[in-house]
């Protein structure tokens, strides 16, 4: 964020008279992540009222590629690309109809049974059955 805020037009886009700090990006940061799960979570439960979201969920992996000095983040393989890569993982879950209701970053592309079930059947439907899932490389992860 704080290197596209560098970007002369980006930040008048903003209406921003000079860029932020990377301090005040950081303070923006901390007080966003402190939100963002229970703004989805609310958005989530009003799209569960009004939309049938099908018997299967649809989860992939993503990499998420981080700068160098990034201390928590690690050497991974992506298997699609075929090439390693310095970052993090993002496991996406979707419905049928392609409705978003799970993410969560982690520290690999690839996505387990266990990473699975936690942020989808757990999380969300602790007392239903689902299908099974499938990742980008089709293998099946019944949750």
Do not use: H
Not at 48 to 70: H, K, N, Q, W, Y
Not at 85 to 113: Q, R
């Amino acid at each position: 964020m704080a290197q596209e805020l560098t970007n002369d037009d980006v930040w008048r886009v903003c209406e921003f008279k000079r860029p932020p700090s990377r301090r005040t990006i950081g303070r923006f940061i901390d007080d966003l992540s402190g939100v963002v799960e229970e703004v989805f979570s609310r958005i989530l439960q009003q799209v569960l009222v009004r939309v049938e979201l099908g018997s299967c969920f649809r989860i992939d992996g993503t990499d998420v590629r981080a700068p160098r000095p990034d201390e928590d983040a690690s050497w991974n393989y992506d298997s699609t690309a075929e090439e390693t890569y310095y970052g993090y993982g993002c496991c996406l879950v979707t419905t049928d109809n392609n409705i978003p209701i799970a993410a969560e970053f982690t520290d690999e592309k690839s996505v387990d049974k266990e990473t699975a079930r936690r942020i989808t059947q757990d999380r969300y439907f602790p007392n239903e059955s689902r299908g099974c899932c499938l990742n980008a490389a089709k293998q099946s992860l019944s949750v």
